[in-house]
């Protein structure tokens, strides 16, 4: 039975920056939240508190506190999106916990970038593991938990949009977070063709880089660059809020989707004020659409196929 009146959502790398603000903000409009990732801590003995949220010392059990301190509904669950047993584990505990799931944000992701000729064989297999395998073994786990809501929910994928400079000097990096998006749209398509009108899958992107643990170490002259998460969480919050139809299988831009849902002050978002940190992403994307984009040909289904022989 539901253990809360809330909606639930599951953050998966939540623990700092990026994933830590969302899981937040999301807090804050309503929802119950399960924290996940790797590091956990005694967030009751942590000083200062709460701890710079960019650092080593912000944890699931910090961001927990943080969110309960604040009047909302958190709870901590440790995963390693490497391990298939991990993922099952955190979404059968987040279950347990609060008897439904509504929504799943995968934040989770590695990093790597440089040439081919420098990216290690394993360093390329940790990227494949936690972006592409962790989304897709988290998707699988959490998938009969949406259809025991009446397939009535949402999963919000951190990963861009497809285009070719994005492979520029991280191709293996690249390989894994296309193939997330990629995700996106088939699982989209997945839904569709099902009938399954009130599910919605949407990748979200920055379109300038934001504050967060990867730009710590910035030069102060390019600090004003950069941009609060808090853009993050609110266009997360506004793809929530739309109806399916508008946002089902997108690829988004943060600030592009915002633009689209009314928003027109984006000075509130800039790390030094006054500054307009310089956008990374391109203006426009390619159409991945094709003229006989619904002609399917003749449909091929493996699992009946495998069930036959």
Request: net charge positive.
């Amino acid at each position: 039975m539901p253990t809360t009146t809330r909606q639930v959502a599951l953050v998966v790398g939540a623990s700092r920056g990026i994933g830590r603000q969302i899981a937040i903000d999301l807090a804050r409009n309503g929802y119950a939240i399960i924290v996940a990732a790797k590091s956990t801590s005694d967030a009751y003995n942590t000083q200062p508190f709460p701890p710079d949220p960019n650092s080593p010392q912000s944890t699931i059990s910090t961001v927990e506190r943080e969110i309960r301190e604040a009047g909302g509904e958190a709870s901590a669950v440790t995963v390693d999106t490497r391990e298939s047993a991990s993922v099952q584990r955190m979404v059968d505990e987040s279950i347990k916990l609060y008897g439904r799931l509504d929504a799943l944000i995968y934040n989770s992701g590695a990093i790597w970038w440089a040439s081919v000729e420098k990216t290690p064989l394993k360093r390329f297999q940790l990227m494949l593991r936690v972006n592409v395998e962790g989304l897709y073994s988290t998707v699988q786990a959490a998938l009969p938990h949406f259809k025991n809501n009446g397939w009535k929910g949402r999963i919000i994928v951190v990963s861009p949009p497809i285009y070719s400079r994005f492979f520029r000097g991280k191709t293996a990096y690249a390989m894994g977070k296309v193939g997330m998006s990629v995700l996106t749209k088939g699982l989209a398509m997945d839904w569709e063709r099902e009938g399954k009108e009130d599910m919605a899958i949407t990748s979200i992107w920055p379109a300038t880089a934001i504050q967060s643990a990867a730009t710590e170490n910035l030069d102060p002259e390019n600090v004003k660059d950069l941009r609060k998460p808090t853009i993050f969480s609110d266009a997360i919050l506004a793809m929530m809020r739309a109806p399916t139809s508008q946002v089902n299988g997108c690829l988004e831009l943060d600030e592009d989707f915002l633009r689209k849902s009314g928003v027109t002050d984006f000075g509130k978002y800039s790390l030094i004020p006054g500054s307009m940190p310089r956008r990374i992403m391109p203006a426009k994307f390619p159409d991945l659409t094709v003229e006989e984009q619904m002609d399917e040909g003749r449909r091929m289904d493996s699992t009946k196929l495998r069930s036959r022989m």
